[in-house]
Structures are given as C-alpha cells and as structure tokens.
C-alpha cells in the first residue's frame, strides 16, 4: 500500500517572471494576481515608489491592465513591515511583486522566509540593465524560484523575439524616472549596451516606464 502524507507539510512556492521591458511581465503579474482571487485567495501586491506618474494605488502594463497594489519604498524591511505589522501576513496567501530588481539583496532570503510561511510569491522584474548586467537580486531570485518565466518582448527594429532592454539616446543620468521613449526591447543581432566610460562602475540604477 502506498503511504500517504510523507513529509507533508504546508508550504508555499516562488515564482519568477522575467525578461527585458515590454515582454508582458507586469501583464502576467497581473494576470495570475487575477486568477489566485477568482480562486478565492487572499492577495497583496506591492510596487516600488520609483515610478509614481501613472498609477499610485496600482501595478499597470504597457497595455494598460492594472491590479491594486501598495506602493513601498524599494526595501525588503519595508516589505517585512507591511506584511507583519498587525498580523497581516495571516490574511495574505498570495504576495505580488513587480518590479524587483529596484530592491535589496535581503529580499533574497525574505521570500525564502515567506515561502516556508506557506505562501505563494510571486516576483515580476527586470533580468538585466541596460549595461546588459544582472539586475539586483533577480538573477538569485531565479535561481532560488519553484518556477521561472523568462519572457521576450519584440525587437523594435526587425521584430525578432527580444531579450534585452536597450537605452536609446546618451542620456548621462543613470537614473531616468518614467523614462517613455527612452528604453526598447531588442535582440541578442540589435542590442548595443548602453556604456559610459566614465560613469560604468555605477551602472545599476536604470529606472524604467512601467
Ligand atoms: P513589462 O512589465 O515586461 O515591461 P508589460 O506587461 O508592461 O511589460 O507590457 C507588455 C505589453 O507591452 C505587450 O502586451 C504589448 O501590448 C506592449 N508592447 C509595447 N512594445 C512592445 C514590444 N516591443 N514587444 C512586446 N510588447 C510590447
Ligand atoms: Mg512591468
């Protein structure tokens, strides 16, 4: 006879969906946030306060879907307080993310730690910079997920499936808020990273337009 309930125990799952700006990761953030409600489950979504110009209370895509969403400092302290403060990560199942890569590397082990809470996260952000470099914790965070999904976009200029994130123009700011325009998805053939000499040791912060 087979047993049953093995080291059975509740615990949760780590998502990650990736890829460079406009492959839809916001889009199936938002898209499975949806479906874990109409299953009845009890979501809370976060977003950093880096970009604020078009929705304050909500992660939004490029093709303008939208979920209500608390928008944190880009800190995983910050992220522990609102989800323990008052005990409200008893009322939570599922924790929505987006844009990741703006965060520290503490996140690393807090998603972990939800995960053994027996919650399901799931992470949305960026792979890598404009300078084609990892982007913060979310290469570890691809690592360490249950699931990765690494999404493309198209290349804007021969339609090819797109995996990177290109700068356009020579801008000397490394940090461009609600940059529309300023960022596209090209191929590994139509990619030029962006380098600065004198500035390339900084290279991290690239803000992007949702
Ligand atoms: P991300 O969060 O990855 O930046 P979004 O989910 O916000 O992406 O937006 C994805 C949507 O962007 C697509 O469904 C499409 O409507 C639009 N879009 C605009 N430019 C492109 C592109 N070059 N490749 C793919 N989708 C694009
Ligand atoms: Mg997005």
Known sequence: MQPTNIGRHEVGRLEMITGPMFSGKSEELIRRLKRARIARQRVACFKPDIDLRYHRTAIASHSSQTH?????????????EELFTNNKIHEVDVIGLDEVQFFDHHLIPFALELVHLGKRVILAGLDTTFANEPFGPVPNLMALADEVTKLSAVCMTCGAPAIHTQRLGQSQELVVVGAAGLYEARCRAHFQPYIDEHQSEQLELPTVSR
């Open 68 to 80: 209500d969403a608390d928008t944190i400092p880009p800190s995983s302290d910050r992220l522990r």
